[in-house]
């Protein structure tokens, strides 16, 4: 079954504004991770919430989790050029199952 | 937390060779994990790696693949006879630092090998 599908596919903004992506998923988890890829890079792991939790704080990231509508949402405030890049949900212990990614561009 | 580090960034080889994936974690952790993302694609897991053996793998992770850790550092993705749909990103990742011997959820990427199948 998939697991993870990011929406939307693709979003772009100004430099500046907020951006929001989502994540669904479908079987039950214990927490669920967002990453970060820079084009042709490795992934960077950006931060974890943990199935208990609803919503997570870290710098300029905002994530919140529902899991009664398996969901979860990722918001980068004042976006910079330099969050220009892929973003992946990830849920799984050990054996991480990713989404299809959002391609976020930030336009200067 | 520091990355591991891949070798090589990109190797190209011949349809049915042989190719090696070098992975250098930090020393004397015990989780590691090996991933590819075909061009345009999901993330895929192939294999995880628990002190020296595997402790589960996907159904891409056929008889082709292996993976080994030789010398008690390197760890190593090995493709015995490639082919063209194994060209991909080939990514290692290891367990965060919950200590050595305990496995976290976080995981941390190196930069990957293109891995091209010519």
């Known amino acids: 079954s998939q697991q993870g599908e990011e929406d939307p596919q693709a979003l772009s903004i100004q430099e500046g504004e907020n951006a929001t992506m989502n994540c669904s998923y479908k079987t039950s988890i214990n927490n669920l991770q967002w990453y970060r890829q820079n084009s042709g890079r490795g992934l960077v792991h950006l931060i974890l919430i943990r199935s208990n939790e609803r919503e997570k704080h870290s710098g300029r990231l905002r994530v919140t989790l529902d899991t009664s509508k398996k969901s979860s949402s990722l918001l980068i405030t004042a976006s910079r050029a330099a969050d220009t890049a892929s973003y992946f949900c990830?849920?799984?212990?050990?054996?991480?199952?990713f989404g299809t990614g959002t391609r976020l561009t930030i336009i200067p | 937390e520091p990355e591991v580090t891949q070798t090589p960034s990109h190797q190209v080889t011949q349809m049915g060779q042989e190719v090696i994936l070098r992975c250098v974690p930090i020393?004397?952790?015990?989780?590691f994990y090996w991933y590819r993302q075909i061009l345009g694609q999901k993330v895929e897991f192939l294999v995880s790696?628990?002190?020296?053996?595997?402790?589960?793998k996907s159904e891409i992770f056929d008889d082709q693949f292996s993976v080994e850790r030789p010398d008690g550092s390197n760890f190593t993705l090995k493709i015995r006879s490639t082919k063209l749909e194994d060209s991909a990103m080939y990514f290692c990742?290891?367990?965060?630092?919950?200590?050595?011997?305990?496995?976290?959820?976080?995981?941390?990427f190196g930069p990957g090998t293109r891995l091209t199948v010519l």
């Open positions: 990830a849920t799984g212990v050990g054996k991480l199952t």
């Open positions: 990742a290891r367990g965060s630092s919950g200590g050595p011997y305990t496995r976290t959820d976080t995981q941390y």
């Open positions: 790696f628990y002190n020296n053996e595997i402790s589960e």
């Open positions: 020393s004397n952790h015990l989780y």
